[in-house]
C-alpha cells in the first residue's frame, strides 16, 4: 500500500524551494566568492583565505566596528523610546491609538532616501528647517549636526524606530491588565510591576524587536552617506566599494561572510530562548 504523502510537506514545498533559490543559492554563491583569488571574477580558481586575511590585516575591522557600535546604540536608543511609547499605544487602544499607529507606520511606506533627504534639510546650518525657524522666530543662529556621527545615529533611530515599536506593542499586549492592577492592589511600586510582570510576559515582542532593529541597523548604509558625509565609514560602504569600485568581488564577499557570521552569532543564540509560539497565540 503506498504511503501517502502529508499535505503539511506538501503545502511546505513552495516555501523551501523559495528559500533554496532565493536566499541558501546567493549566500552559496557569495561564500564561494570569498574563496577565490583577489580581483576575479571566476568559480574556478584555486580557493584561498586571503580574502579574510585581507578583511582582517587592511583595516576593515574599523567599519565593522562602526557598524556594530551604531547598530548597537540604536538598538538601544529605539528600545528606550519604544517602551513608553508602546504602554501608551496599548492603553489607551482606541481611536487615539489608531491615529498614533497610521502616524507613525506611515513613513515605512515613503523611499528611506527620501526621508533621509528630508531629515537632512532638517538639520543643514542656516538654511535648514530647524536651524532658519530658530533664526526667524528667536534670531538664534545654531550650528548644525549634519554630516557627523551623531547625524548618522539618528537617522538610523529614526529609520528603525517602528520595527522596534511594533513587535513591543504585540509583547505589551500580551500582558494581562488584571495582574498589574492585582500587583498594584497588593502594593507593588511601579518598579516592581515592571520589574515581575510587564517585562517578562512582554519579552518575545521585545526580542524579536530587538533582533529586527539590530539586524536592520547592522546593514544599513544610506544613513551614513546621507546624513554622515564621511564621519563614518561602516561596513556596508566598504562592500559596496569592493564590489563595485574597486571590482574585487571576493574581497567584498569575504566581508559579507564576515558580517553574516557576526549576525548569526548575535541572533541564534537568542532565537534558541525565544518562544515565538507564545508570542504568535497571544
Excluded at 554630516?147 to 513587535?167: D, K, N, S
Aim: with cysteine; net charge positive.
Amino acid at each position: 500500500m503506498r504511503q501517502r504523502v502529508s499535505p503539511g510537506l506538501l503545502a511546505m514545498l513552495p516555501v523551501m524551494a523559495l528559500i533554496l533559490v532565493g536566499f541558501a543559492l546567493p549566500i552559496l554563491l557569495v561564500l564561494l566568492y570569498s574563496l577565490m583569488p583577489p580581483r576575479t571574477f571566476s568559480l574556478a580558481g584555486e580557493p584561498t583565505l586571503a580574502n579574510y586575511w585581507a578583511a582582517v590585516t587592511e583595516g576593515y575591522l574599523l567599519p565593522l566596528g562602526w557598524s556594530l557600535l551604531l547598530a548597537g546604540l540604536t538598538t538601544l536608543l529605539c528600545l528606550v523610546l519604544a517602551w513608553p511609547t508602546a504602554k501608551a499605544l496599548v492603553r489607551f487602544a482606541g481611536r487615539f491609538a489608531t491615529l498614533a499607529t497610521i502616524l507613525i507606520a506611515l513613513p515605512i511606506f515613503i523611499s528611506e532616501s527620501v526621508r533621509l533627504f528630508g531629515t537632512a534639510l532638517f538639520m543643514m546650518p542656516g538654511g535648514g528647517i530647524f536651524a532658519g525657524s530658530l533664526n526667524a522666530l528667536f534670531g538664534l543662529k545654531i550650528g548644525s549636526i549634519l554630516y557627523t556621527r551623531t547625524a548618522t545615529l539618528l537617522g538610523m533611530v529614526y529609520i528603525h524606530f517602528p520595527f522596534m515599536l511594533f513587535p513591543m506593542v504585540l509583547g505589551l499586549s500580551l500582558v494581562p491588565q488584571d495582574q498589574i492592577e492585582a500587583a498594584c492592589d497588593l502594593g507593588a511600586r511601579p518598579f516592581q510591576v515592571f520589574r515581575e510582570i510587564e517585562l517578562p510576559l512582554a519579552l518575545p515582542g521585545i526580542t524579536v524587536g530587538t533582533l529586527l532593529t539590530f539586524v536592520l541597523s547592522l546593514g544599513a548604509n544610506a544613513e551614513a552617506a546621507i546624513l554622515g558625509g564621511q564621519a563614518v565609514i561602516v561596513i556596508t560602504k566598504a562592500i559596496e566599494q569592493r564590489f563595485g569600485y574597486a571590482q574585487d568581488w571576493p574581497s567584498g564577499a569575504a566581508l559579507t561572510v564576515l558580517v553574516i557570521l557576526v549576525t548569526a552569532a548575535v541572533i541564534f543564540p537568542v532565537l534558541r530562548r525565544l518562544d515565538l509560539d507564545r508570542l504568535i497565540r497571544r
